[in-house]
């Protein structure tokens, strides 16, 4: 299980911080992803990470912004949202993918648990 928080509604240049504690599952042998999706778009990838915390990945617009980091002690993965626009805006979902390599998938049909999703809204 997934649960994702920390949404909600920011000015443009603003910041914010999500949260996905995980349960269930062992959380350190998988790397975990956050993805996207604004209205009347399709879901996107955001950022991932690796079992180990080694490896990263980023979708080209938030290079840069966003930042992505687990716990592994808090079965916790974050995203730092810095510098946000109002294209930003989407709602956020965490995912998690059994996978071992140091460099984490980006695609969605990879992951095999999702979070129920938080808003965040950036207003301009």
């Known amino acids: 299980q997934l649960q994702a928080s920390g949404g909600g509604l920011v000015q443009a240049g603003g910041s914010l911080r999500l949260s996905c504690a995980a349960s269930?599952?062992?959380?350190?042998?998988?790397?975990m992803g956050w993805f996207r999706q604004a209205p009347g778009k399709e879901r996107e990838f955001v950022a991932a990470?690796?079992?180990?915390?080694?490896?990263?990945r980023y979708e080209d617009s938030v290079k840069g912004r966003f930042t992505i980091s687990r716990d592994n002690a808090k079965k916790t993965v974050y995203l730092q949202m810095n510098s946000l626009k109002p294209e930003d805006t989407a709602v956020y979902y965490c995912?998690?993918?059994?996978?071992?390599?140091?460099?984490?998938?980006?695609?969605?049909?990879?992951?095999?648990?999702w979070g129920q999703g938080t808003l965040v809204t950036v207003s301009s």
């Open positions: 990470v690796s079992w180990s915390g080694g490896g990263t």
């Open positions: 995912a998690a993918d059994y996978c071992l390599n140091q460099i984490p998938n980006r695609s969605e049909y990879d992951y095999d648990y």
């Open positions: 269930g599952f062992t959380f350190s042998s998988y790397a």
